[in-house]
């Protein structure tokens, strides 16, 4: 299961440092035999987040990157479990991983946030989110866009912020809305963009891709 593109990104993700590479290393094989005994998470397992269709993915970037779309509005921590949440998480980095063509090791993101609320808010969950993508699947995430961002969910990003680490930092993009379809379209072909942000591709939920 590891080959070097593997390595590499665990390396990449410490900066070439081998000692702290190889911990984290050791530490997600450890993860993987306790999360993904059976190699993958059964959806029946996660059958309450995908119910409420919060992640879709279609179409590939310029790049030749599989396109991930999340809804943040469609999540309701009060409605649901924390483990389920996390089983969710690693359900969709690993869809994600498999939709990637050969050779290519990095997925474009977009999270948006319209709608998103106080209800939505779920601190440990998105931190939660962030150590699997970090630890667990270290320099998978090529550029995340974040769009429709409301000003009351900079309160949240505040907490969120320091635990994100430099590399992926530097992958985070604000979009303003009145430059949205062009910003996306720089790095998207229109026939690949999700119809929502002005493209032509239909979105499908995660779970039917």
């Known amino acids: 299961e590891v080959d070097d593109l593997m390595i590499r990104r665990f ?6 440092d081998i000692e702290k590479a190889s911990t984290l290393f050791l ?3 450890a993860w ?8 993958h998470i059964p959806e029946s397992e996660i059958a309450n987040d995908l119910s409420h269709k919060k992640v879709c993915m279609q179409g590939h970037d310029k790049m030749g990157r599989p396109i991930v779309v999340a809804f943040g509005n469609r999540h309701n921590p009060s409605k649901g479990n924390p483990d ?31 709608g998103w609320g106080y209800s939505n808010c779920d601190i440990r969950g998105y931190l939660a989110a962030l150590s699997t993508l970090q630890d667990c699947y270290p320099e998978r995430l090529g550029k995340l866009y974040i769009v429709h961002a409301p000003y009351i969910f900079m309160t949240a990003w ?3 912020y320091p635990f994100i680490d430099t590399n992926t930092k530097k ?39």
């Open 11 to 16: 390396l990449r993700a410490r900066d070439m």
């Open 32 to 39: 993987k035999k306790s999360v993904l005994p059976k190699g």
């Open 171 to 209: 992958k985070i993009v604000f979009v303003e809305n009145k430059k949205l379809t062009a910003t996306l379209l720089e790095d998207i072909d229109e026939t690949q963009l999700p119809d929502i942000y002005g493209g032509k591709m239909p979105l499908t939920p995660i779970q039917d891709s």
């Open 84 to 114: 389920e949440f996390k089983r969710f998480v690693v359900y969709t980095l690993e869809k994600i991983c498999a939709r990637m063509p050969r050779g290519e090791e990095k997925f474009t993101a977009i999270g948006d946030l319209q």
């Open 158 to 160: 505040k907490v969120v």
């Open 27 to 29: 530490k997600y094989v």
